[in-house]
């Protein structure tokens, strides 16, 4: 679609600054970041609206947020008390290092969750309204860091609870919580265009974020895994990032190099793909979705 204006010459265009033409069958490959910056504004909006209705008319609130990593943690505890086992190495106590992963998996979780269905329920704007259609999935990240930055206080205060001291490499730790970020923002990337097109993805997510509480280390640790499978579980982005999380807010063990830099590399690849895929669809997004 051109919205060029009739009889307008592309020297007028181009000398008027308010006047936007979409081209559908211009495809960069890549977002045009200047026009994002524009729009920044935009996704405070997005991500303001979705935690005023997350929250209207709930007794409990924004504690919600908490009290079901809470509860996770309390059963899982349970559980491997009368199993007797230990699924973590170390002195921490086993309830301070699964709250630990439990807030870090919500995070990415609620990032990926929200950035799917971010297209489909916002479908009427999306056909109607021009913007850079990634700044819904963009908006989809903040929400849940709210959530999180109010779990990291909970977690605060278990390990005062349980005198598990911080140290240094806490520094570090928010290093792990933008690659959290970042890999929840490149399956939601992927799985947002998809469910576009294929409403079967909004059915999987759910699935694949229950079945992502075993295959990610929330409540274990990397080094149960058999040294021979490390590098396929490696590829999974969240792996590391939860391990190098633990070991920078509760001193636990350091993560092995190798695993860092295949699972960073495997965040790499499935960023710059997602954000090729997610380009390459947008143009088509108001006719299919």
């Known amino acids: 679609m051109n919205c060029e204006p009739d009889g307008a010459s592309q020297a007028d265009i181009h000398a008027n600054s308010d006047v936007v033409i979409i081209d559908a069958n211009h495809y960069s490959g890549w977002f045009d970041l200047p026009e994002l910056w524009r729009y ?55 309830q301070v290092t ?12 609620g990032i990926l969750s929200t950035a799917t269905s971010s297209l ?6 999306v056909t109607k309204v021009y913007f850079p259609r990634v700044v819904l999935p963009l908006s989809a990240c903040l929400r849940p860091l709210l959530d999180f930055g109010i779990g990291l206080i909970v977690l605060v205060l278990l390990m005062l609870w349980f005198q598990v001291p911080l140290t240094l490499a ?5 290093v792990f919580v933008i690659l ?31 079945l992502g509480m075993v295959v990610c280390p929330v409540l274990y640790e990397s080094s149960k895994v058999p040294a021979p ?16 999380f633990r070991w920078t ?8 190099l190798d695993g ?30």
């Open 40 to 94: 920044r504004e935009l996704v405070w909006i997005f991500a303001e609206r979705d935690i005023k209705v997350r929250y209207r008319q709930t007794a409990v609130g924004i504690a919600w947020t908490v009290l079901q990593p809470l509860a996770q943690m309390i059963a899982f505890n349970g559980l491997f008390q009368m199993l007797n086992s230990k699924p973590v190495e170390g002195d921490i106590p086993y």
């Open 98 to 109: 699964s709250f630990c992963g439990l807030i870090l998996y919500q995070l990415f979780s």
């Open 120 to 125: 489909v329920d916002n479908r009427q704007m």
């Open 170 to 174: 806490a520094l570090l730790s928010p």
């Open 180 to 210: 959290t970020v970042l890999s929840g923002l490149a399956f939601g990337l992927w799985l947002s265009a998809l469910n576009a097109h294929y409403r079967d993805f909004g059915y999987v997510v759910p699935f694949l974020l229950q």
């Open 229 to 244: 499978w490390n590098w396929l579980y490696h590829l999974n982005p969240m792996a590391a990032v939860l391990d190098g």
């Open 249 to 256: 807010v509760l001193g636990a063990a350091v993560p092995h």
């Open 260 to 289: 860092v830099v295949i699972s960073f590399f495997s965040l790499i690849v499935l960023l710059i793909s997602g954000c090729w895929y997610f380009r390459r669809v947008e143009r088509f997004l108001a006719d299919n979705i």
